[in-house]
């Protein structure tokens, strides 16, 4: 009984997926009707959505861009937040931890907001339009996540590693390059694919700052075909389902990972 | 021995330099000429000019005596409310639920997180189609389910637009609720359960006694934490609604996004940003007062 109830429960929270997978490949006829069947007939199941979705030149320019800029951001936001997530973990004097709960103060701050003064400054410096300019914007939310993030996973690595590395002639650089980084990697894998999460579903800084239409990422150009008068849904929902299935994929391997990382990294103090 | 203390010392600023860099010139420096351009009052045709203009209240006036911006404040309130009343029992239900000892119970929790890694675009574009007025499949079980003969146009009608933004909201931020209190009764000892049961303890008084106390500072925490971020989203607001019909969906964060972006009133908009993160941090302030008094 229990068994069900769980079974039951997890159906309804992914009903939505369900559903959008199911509007992606039933014929139109079938959901432009007003009593949708649930469980459709599979023998009706078309990829023809799809092939729309693929055919169609912007939809594979904004997945490229998306993955680009998902790229760019998790790169440079990790190589700061690991030196940093180290530096917190291994360094405990009052000021130190004083500047890493700094980094805490982009919990408080919208995006609508923080958008604002970048949008100001782009404007006079010519970085609108700039992937240069939106992966700098995504560094403010990427880098304190995975600052604490990081430091959770390289507190788990025992200080006396550190010392024994020490007393065998490792210098600083050496500590981190030949212990710290091989120890932490399962740590740094799970904090860059939560990196890349975060960045595909960035919406309000690229739709602000990228104002040329085809230099949209993924979430902006799905959102434009909101704003149209008929929306063509199955085409919409392929397109959904192709930009979620990366994310579903990754976020089965982080899961794991997850109650360790992301209750130590986003509760930690 | 000295000096190779103090090398050590400034070797651990240096690690960290780099990202706090990023918070000082990528946060706090625009933090503060939000600040700034909300003191600059009068309308400039460009925005290069805008920090020549003359220093003064005028926008706070502008915003304190601007309907829309009460109206997004109450629409706020309403919103952030009911979406965190509705993620809480739904996290702490599934959290209890993944508690219990169930076959294959890591492929069910992975399930059960998966719309967190959702992209607010993405529900927002699922839970428009869901909820449409002729063709949504919700309107579709309704009316087989009798409740009624044709259903509301969710998102449009001006008296349901907002519950309709509440539920892909609640269903992206349950999750987090679920994998925090989740995490909070695993480290609540069996033992403790065994001996309240051999004492006769019912399932009401085992959950108030043992696990609430056992999860609270946590569900404290995490209602916290999501609720912040209920409150300075726009996402799902922007991509289902865009604050409409008539304004009747348009939180804070979306009215200074619209200010700024719509309207093109950057002071206003960053007066009222500035009032909502001072609004943020009392609230934050207050509530971890609150979470360290009530763990010590």
Same mark, same amino acid.
């Given at each position: ?7 039951? $429960? %997890? ?17 139109? /006829? ?8 649930? $469980? ?29 800029? %998902? ?9 700061? %937040? ?77 200080? /006396?590693?550190?010392? *024994? ?6 210098? /600083? ?40 239409? /085809?230099?949209? *990422?993924?979430? *902006? ?27 579903? *994929? ?20 | 021995?000295?000096?190779?203390? &103090? ?14 860099? @990023? ?11 939000? +600040? ?6 009068? &309308? ?33 309130? !309403? ?26 119970? &890591?492929? !069910? ?8 890694? @959702? ?18 499949? #919700?309107?579709? +079980?309704? =009316? ?26 609640? !269903? ?30 019912? &399932? ?13 500072? +946590? ?22 609604? =865009? ?34 993160? #001072? #609004? ?5 302030? #207050? ?5 360290? =008094?009530?763990?010590?």
């Amino acid at each position: 009984l229990l068994l069900l109830v769980v079974a039951l $429960v %997890a159906s309804l929270m992914l009903f939505p997926i369900y559903w959008m997978v199911m509007t992606a490949i039933m014929p139109s /006829e079938m959901i432009l009707s007003r009593n949708p069947s649930l $469980v459709p007939d599979p023998s009706r199941f078309s990829l023809a959505s799809f092939y729309a979705v693929f055919e169609s030149g912007s939809y594979l320019r904004w997945l490229l861009y998306s993955i680009i800029v %998902a790229l760019c951001s998790t790169l440079a936001s990790m190589v700061i %937040a690991f030196l940093a997530g180290y530096s917190l973990s291994r360094w405990t004097t009052p000021s130190h931890q004083f500047l890493g709960g700094s980094l805490l103060i982009s919990k408080i701050i919208p995006g609508a907001l923080i958008i604002i003064p970048f949008f100001v400054v782009y404007v006079q410096f010519g970085l609108i339009d700039s992937y240069l300019g939106l992966v700098l914007v995504n560094m403010t939310i990427g880098v304190p996540l995975a600052t604490w993030m990081l430091k959770g996973f390289i507190d788990r690595i025992p200080q /006396e590693i550190d010392q *024994v590395a020490k007393l065998d002639g490792c210098s /600083e650089f050496q500590l981190l390059r030949l212990v710290i980084i091989p120890l932490s990697a399962p740590g740094l894998a799970a904090v860059s694919i939560y990196l890349v999460i975060v960045s595909w579903s960035e919406f309000i800084f690229a739709r602000t700052l990228m104002q040329s239409e /085809e230099k949209r *990422v993924l979430t *902006v150009g799905l959102q434009s075909f909101m704003g149209e008068h008929l929306v063509d849904w199955p085409h919409l929902m392929a397109a959904g389902t192709i930009s979620l299935l990366p994310l579903i *994929v990754l976020f089965v391997v982080l899961e794991p990972f997850l109650v360790s990382g992301m209750t130590k990294g986003s509760l930690a103090n | 021995m000295g000096s190779s203390v &103090r090398r050590r010392k400034i070797f651990g600023y240096l690690l960290l330099a780099p990202a706090v860099a @990023v918070v000082v010139l990528l946060i706090l420096y625009p933090l503060l000429q939000t +600040v700034e351009l909300s003191f600059r009052q009068g &309308r400039s045709m460009s925005l290069s000019q805008i920090r020549n203009l003359p220093i003064g209240l005028a926008n706070y006036g502008y915003v304190l005596s601007d309907a829309a911006f009460w109206n997004s404040l109450r629409v706020s309130l !309403w919103y952030v409310t009911l979406s965190m009343g509705i993620a809480f029992l739904t996290g702490l239900s599934t959290a209890m639920l993944l508690n219990q000892k169930v076959p294959l119970r &890591r492929l !069910w929790r992975t399930a059960i997180l998966i719309p967190w890694a @959702v992209p607010g675009v993405i529900a927002s574009i699922i839970f428009v189609w869901m909820f449409d007025g002729s063709y949504g499949v #919700v309107n579709a +079980v309704l =009316r087989t389910l009798g409740v009624f003969e044709s259903g509301p146009n969710w998102f449009i009608d001006r008296n349901t637009a907002l519950v309709a933004m509440i539920i892909p909201t609640a !269903w992206k931020a349950y999750p987090l609720i679920t994998l925090s209190l989740l995490a909070a009764m695993q480290s609540i000892p069996d033992e403790l359960y065994e001996a309240a049961r051999s004492d006769g303890a019912n &399932r009401f008084q085992l959950f108030s006694h043992i696990t609430w106390p056992g999860i609270r500072s +946590v569900a404290m925490l995490v209602s916290l934490i999501s609720a912040l971020w209920i409150m300075r989203d726009v996402d799902i607001n922007l991509a289902t609604t =865009r604050g409409g019909p008539s304004r009747s969906t348009e939180t804070l964060a979306l009215y200074v996004y619209n200010e700024a972006f719509q309207n093109f009133r950057i002071g206003p908009a960053a007066a009222a940003g500035t009032l909502m993160i #001072v #609004v943020a941090m009392m609230i934050t302030i #207050v509530s971890v007062w609150a979470i360290r =008094r009530d763990k010590f």
